[in-house]
């Protein structure tokens, strides 16, 4: 499958979103400024990555811990991210994280396990989540109905220890970042690459690009994971 969608690679959008219903949910994807970049490294030629402008970003209501450093429009990216974030932890334990926790942004690299081609965080237009940090419930919060008091204290979220978890505390954990995958893969306008537990190399954390290419592959017990739509917003 990672091999059907490198051969994508290059290719024209247009072309890519007709081949691309094979690996992923048909969505429609808007063009992307890096789209036209070509990600195949040419042999013979030292390794580098093209010149991007970076920003740092420290996120608004959730931080970004440590900051990224990213491409403005994968900023816009992440801005989505958080609000999706906020909204499923919401849903699930009353009240958004204090922090999102990366394990890295920018990094001017190869593709893992595809040594021909560059990798999306060598264009600052990728992010590795390892979780998130929730503080004490705010005053003024409710706990959702069924939920453990212990949930008013602070606590961690983490990929690498709760995705799995079938009982108890971590398995709130489980239904919480599952909820925030299924949320993510069914929008077409954040990410057009998540991967997660059940991809190679992938248990500890999410990774989100903008290749020009779509590619969901986080599994829950052997099973790739399907996008799932927010429930209406309650009328105010
Ligand atoms: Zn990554």
């Known amino acids: 499958m990672i091999r059907r969608a490198l051969l994508l690679l290059g290719a024209s959008l247009a072309t890519f979103t007709l081949d691309a219903v094979a690996v992923a949910s048909p969505t429609a994807e808007a063009p992307y400024p890096l789209d036209a970049i070509s990600r195949q490294l040419a042999p013979g030629i ?3 990555c093209p010149p991007v402008d970076l920003v740092d970003y420290r996120g608004d209501t959730i931080r970004f811990r440590p900051p990224a450093k990213v491409i403005s429009e994968f900023r816009e990216r992440l801005e989505k991210l958080s609000a ?3 909204t499923v932890a ?4 009353g009240r958004p994280p204090l922090s999102l926790v990366d394990l890295g942004t920018f990094a001017c690299r190869r593709m ?3 040594p021909r081609y560059l990798s999306e965080h060598g264009l600052g237009n990728a992010i590795d989540v390892a979780g998130f ?8 919060a409710t706990l959702p109905a069924g939920l453990d008091r212990a949930f008013k204290n602070g606590f961690e979220v983490r990929v690498q220890t709760h995705w799995n978890a079938k009982n108890g505390h971590a398995a709130v954990h489980a239904r919480f970042l599952k909820t925030l ?6 929008r077409n306008d954040i990410f057009r690459v998540l991967l997660g ?3 190679p190399a992938h248990g500890s954390h999410f990774h989100f690009d903008m290749a020009p290419f779509r590619l969901v592959q ?3 017990d052997g099973v790739v994971l399907e996008g799932e739509a927010a429930p209406p917003s309650p009328s105010p």
């Open 181 to 186: 995958a299924r949320r993510l893969i069914a």
């Open 197 to 199: 537990p059940g991809y």
């Open 84 to 86: 999706v974030v906020a």
């Open 112 to 114: 893992e396990g595809h």
């Open 46 to 48: 030292p390794f580098g």
């Open 90 to 93: 919401t849903e699930v334990y």
């Open 133 to 140: 940090d929730f503080g004490p419930l705010p005053k003024g």
């Open 218 to 220: 986080i599994f829950d």
